[in-house]
Structure formats: structure tokens, C-alpha cells
């Protein structure tokens, strides 16, 4: 089943470009990535499913329903971290988050101190005298606080430090054990790496990629190191499926991606010394299909 559905979505900020033709589903109990550099359109994106703002053309569905026109009521069951959290300063944060709780029908005191603990946050502090960070670890338990059964957050980790960001990312995957399904953005590609089943990569608006994690680091590419025992003419591996090639003195690398056989014809029929056949991480999926503008 299907938590999240978007078809098409576009969003226009007057002549701006924002999001354009934006299409992806995201299952029930997954955990999905949404990935891009900044500006590429994913804060747009996730504003648009929560009703924070209001799409050109298109539409999306949150548990089924659409979410302009049934916005409030499926909010209840959406946990949300923006990118940016702005707060009523002379507040305690313990206030606040009472104050947020107060939306939901249903006593969460419970969790607020479970999580308080888990991120290791003071609950008595003024909101003024937090860090950047510790702002952060607020947002974090304002999205959870209530238990929802969809949590979608925009580039979460940000300004928290690397033990704070692994305690989050535990909560989180509690969460989906318990049930939850996630959705969240970042640029940080080792963090999507390791948390997700699927991600969508976002560029200049437009869904270029969508896939399981696993199908785009071991099916799609293959990071190739040949070592030769003489300089190789360079355009010998110019061939389809060829891309990212570098060659320098008896070394030649590049990205391939087909049926690895052909490769593998071609490169036995040359002299040479070595061979390396690895997967490439994310990053370098990532920046290739960049570079390639696909
Ligand atoms: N309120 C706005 N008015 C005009 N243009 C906007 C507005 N908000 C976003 N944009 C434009 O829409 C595009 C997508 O921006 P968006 O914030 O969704 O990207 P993002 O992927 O979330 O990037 P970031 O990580 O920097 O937040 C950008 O070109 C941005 O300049």
C-alpha cells in the first residue's frame, strides 16, 4: 500500500522555477530518501504534501486522500521536522512541546520525555538559550511526539553533531519498526545510504532517478580500474556505458554501466596487469549523474 502518492506535481513561485512534473510513491513501513543539491526543489516537494503550500498542477494523496483538500485532518497523523525551525523564544521547551501536544487528542507526556532523553535535551531550558543543535533536538521531538504514523522531515541532521545524528537515526528506525514510514530529504548521501530502502533524486525540479538503494549501488554502475602494462590510447574504452574515464600513465578508471561482460571481452583483450571491479557509493552515482546532466 502506498502512504504517499504524487503525480505530476508542479509548483511555479511566479516565473521561479520550483518543481516541475514531480511523480514518486512512497509504501507503507518504507524508509525513502529524498535526494538533491540545494535549490533542486525537495523542501518544495515536502511543503506541498503537508498544505504548507499550494501546487500549480498536480496533485498528491497522503494515506489515500489528497492533501490540499484534506490537509488538517491528515496532519494528525504526520510527524513534520522543516529545514528550518523557528520558535517563540521566551519559551521554556518544555511549554512548547506541551503546547504542541495540545493539538492531539491523546496524552503524550510520556513520549516527550522518552525522546527528551533519547536526544538528550533539557526539557526545563529557555528556547533562547539553546544552541543551534539543541533547537534542532526541539523540532525533532515536536515531529515525534505524537506517535505519527508518517514522518517526513527536511534535511534533519543538520547542526546536529555525529553522535546526536547516529541517536536520531536509531529513534527513527525504532519508529519504522514500529510502524512508521519515513520520508526525508538530505544532500548528505551516505546518511540516505544507510537508512533507506528507495530514494528519489531531485535535479533542477526534476525527478531524475528513482530506485532501490540496493539496485543503484550493485545493478546499475560498476566502478572500473584497469592496470595496463603499457599507457593505453584512451579512447579504447570509448564505448557505450562508459563514463567518468580518467586515464593516467598505465591506470585507466571509469564508470560502467551494461552488461558487464561486454566489459569484460574488451578488457581481455588488452595486456594487463590488474583489474578492480567495485561498486561505487552513492556520492559518485550522484555526482555522475550530474556531471552527465541526465
Ligand atoms: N518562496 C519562494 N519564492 C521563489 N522561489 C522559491 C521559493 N521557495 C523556493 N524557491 C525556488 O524553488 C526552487 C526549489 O527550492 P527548494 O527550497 O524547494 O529546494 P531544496 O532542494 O529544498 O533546496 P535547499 O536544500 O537549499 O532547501 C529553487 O530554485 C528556489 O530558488
Not at 553533531?161 to 528506525?173: I, S
Not at 533507506?196 to 580500474?225: D, F, H, P, T
Not at 598505465?250 to 564508470?255: A, H, Q, V
Request: proline letters at 3%; hydrophobic letters at 40%; one cysteine or more.
Amino acid at each position: 500500500m502506498n502512504v504517499i502518492e504524487i503525480n505530476n506535481l508542479t509548483k511555479n513561485y511566479g516565473k521561479e522555477r520550483g518543481i516541475i512534473d514531480v511523480s514518486f510513491n512512497v509504501e507503507e513501513k518504507e524508509i525513502f530518501g529524498f535526494i538533491g543539491p540545494n535549490g533542486a526543489g525537495k523542501s518544495t516537494t515536502l511543503r506541498t504534501l503537508l498544505a504548507l503550500i499550494y501546487p500549480t498542477s498536480g496533485s498528491a494523496k497522503i494515506f489515500g486522500k489528497d492533501c490540499i483538500k484534506y490537509g488538517p485532518e491528515i496532519k494528525k497523523e504526520i510527524g513534520y521536522l522543516p529545514s528550518e525551525v523557528f520558535y517563540y523564544d521566551k519559551m521554556k521547551v518544555i511549554d512548547l512541546l506541551k503546547y504542541s501536544a495540545s493539538f492531539y487528542k491523546k496524552d503524550c507526556s510520556k513520549r516527550i520525555s522518552e525522546l527528551a532523553d533519547a536526544m538528550d535535551l533539557n526539557l526545563n531550558k529557555k528556547i533562547d538559550d539553546l544552541s543551534f543543535g539543541n533547537k534542532k533536538k526541539v523540532g525533532i521531538v515536536q515531529g515525534l511526539l505524537h506517535e505519527p504514523k508518517l514522518i517526513i522531515l527536511d534535511e534533519p541532521t543538520s547542526g546536529l553533531d555525529p553522535l546526536m545524528q547516529q541517536k536520531f537515526f536509531e529513534l527513527l528506525q525504532e519508529e519504522n519498526k514500529k510502524g512508521a514510514t519515513i520520508l526525508f530529504s538530505s544532500h548528505i548521501l551516505g546518511e540516505v545510504q544507510r537508512m533507506c530502502n528507495r530514494v528519489a533524486i531531485i535535479k533542477e525540479g526534476r525527478i531524475i532517478q528513482l530506485e532501490k538503494i540496493s539496485a543503484l549501488q550493485e545493478n546499475n554502475y560498476k566502478k572500473i580500474r584497469v592496470q595496463t602494462t603499457v599507457k593505453l590510447d584512451e579512447n579504447y574504452f570509448n564505448i557505450d556505458g562508459v563514463s567518468n574515464l580518467v586515464v593516467s600513465q598505465n591506470m585507466i578508471s571509469f564508470l560502467f554501466k551494461g552488461n558487464i561482460n561486454t566489459i569484460m571481452k574488451k578488457i581481455s583483450e588488452i595486456e594487463i596487469i590488474n583489474v578492480w571491479v567495485e561498486e561505487p557509493d552513492l556520492e559518485e552515482i550522484f555526482l555522475h549523474f550530474y556531471e552527465k546532466g541526465a
